[in-house]
């Protein structure tokens, strides 16, 4: 089991830059199953979590292949397996966006019930909803959702929350459909838009996505294309963090502001300076920040993916603030790693309330999944002492070359 030692670090200076989209990739990786052909996907992160959907990809029949950093080839035959093994979707709670897809081109689909990080419940209701809408007739049996449609045909969806993964699956089940589908609260994130323009790109019509209201128009088929994914804003948002707990200057290079306006905005009130450049956007943290009050919402709020690295600023903050979680009710399960290094934040069901220090303490902790394990990683740089995270193999899933690039900055960390 990897583990990750981080002494305190500081002030931090240089450039960083930044790897795709986790969160867009996999859904593209799984829109591939819609056409066959060859597809050519730039600016890909080297991760675990890439490696594990396409090890999905291959047991369905399809083949990739890396032929150079941050590129992946993906051939897709005429014929698939449209079966999603619990040994692969188990590792991974995104795989279940596979289900659209194969659903929508070969009108049946069997998938594994979904694994993925574990804080808190999210089940898979809407994403069952929304295809039984398109006229799926879905069943659960044995851990699997077998799902079977002759043709889907376009509807007007209604989720009850705009959930990123039953809008993703709606879209893509939705492209091959006949006629219209209208999907409201739609999630707006910019993965969706990034999603959209892969699927427009392929011969879809999709419209509006971005906004809450998405229309798209079914096409009898598609084809495979190229593409060059965007940014990931969370890796993005962690380097924001590193430099807003170590203090210093940094450049994230090929960060898009615009797709984390909000936070931008947030750091800004607690001390930070932050504005676009040519390379992406340019951060600095003059003064040990202030304490903010902190919500996450469905974007374009600030995303629960980010709560974890302000829990870590917050605690090393001067002054007293309240952090509510509206969207995962389980996802404080870190804050005890946290209040093992000295930080002091108490939680009361959505609400954590946390008490800058100075300084933390060097202590053994654990990443109990991607975010909160980047998000102590971060504490340890303030931290007197030496601090140890072990089951860093969930920091791998989402972050490619992560020790590299802080000690790039001038962060004091080191794999073991």
């Known amino acids: 089991m990897a583990a990750l030692v981080v002494r ?34 730039h600016n890909v992160p080297d991760i675990a979590d890439v490696a594990w959907m396409s090890d999905l990809l291959v047991a ?85 959702v077998e799902a079977r449609a002759d043709r889907l045909r376009g509807a007007r969806i209604g989720l009850d929350f705009p959930s990123v993964g039953a809008t993703e699956n709606a879209m893509m089940a939705a492209v091959l459909a006949e006629g219209t589908t209208v999907i409201d609260n739609a999630a707006r994130e910019p993965e969706i838009v990034d999603l959209a323009a892969f699927l427009n790109r392929m011969g879809a019509v999709v419209r509006f996505a971005g906004s809450s209201t998405i229309e798209i128009d079914g096409v009898r088929e598609l084809h495979p294309v190229e593409h060059t994914l965007i940014p990931d804003r969370i890796e993005t948002a962690t380097y924001l963090a590193a ?52 919500s996450t919402l469905p974007y374009p709020g600030l995303a629960t993916d980010y709560k974890p690295l302000l829990v870590a600023m917050l605690s090393v903050a001067d002054g007293v603030a309240i952090v509510t979680e509206n969207i995962f009710s389980g996802r404080f399960r870190y804050v005890d790693e946290l209040v093992r290094m000295g930080a002091d934040v108490r939680t009361d069901g959505h609400h954590a309330i946390v008490r800058g220090r100075e300084w933390l303490s060097g202590a053994p902790v654990r990443a109990h999944d991607i975010r909160a394990g980047a998000a102590v990683v971060l504490a340890g740089l303030r931290a007197q002492g030496e601090t140890t995270v072990t089951d860093a193999e969930h920091i791998d899933r989402g972050y490619e070359r992560f020790v590299e690039k802080l000690r790039g900055l001038g962060a004091d960390i080191e794999r073991t």
């Open 60 to 144: 369905m029949g399809m083949q990739t292949s890396r032929p150079s950093p941050g590129e992946l080839v993906v051939d897709a035959p005429d014929e698939l397996v449209p079966e999603a093994p619990y040994e692969l979707v188990e590792k991974m709670r995104a795989s279940i966006v596979v289900l659209g897809p194969l659903l929508a081109r070969f009108g049946r689909a069997r998938v594994s019930l979904p694994g993925g990080d574990d804080f808190g419940s999210r089940p898979i209701d809407m994403h069952l909803e929304a295809l039984r809408t398109l006229g799926a007739s879905i069943e659960l049996a044995h851990g699997f």
């Open 243 to 294: 430099v807003g707990i170590a203090g210093g200057e940094i450049t994230i290079a090929g960060a898009r502001p615009d797709h984390m306006d909000l936070l931008v905005h947030k750091l800004g009130q607690m001390g930070m300076r932050i504005s676009p450049c040519n390379e992406g956007l340019w951060a600095m943290a003059p003064r040990r920040l202030s304490a903010v009050d902190v």
């Open 8 to 41: 305190p670090s500081g002030p931090l200076e240089g450039s960083v830059t930044v790897s795709g989209a986790k969160n867009s990739v996999l859904k593209l990786l799984a829109a591939t199953v819609l056409a066959p052909g060859r597809y050519r996907l």
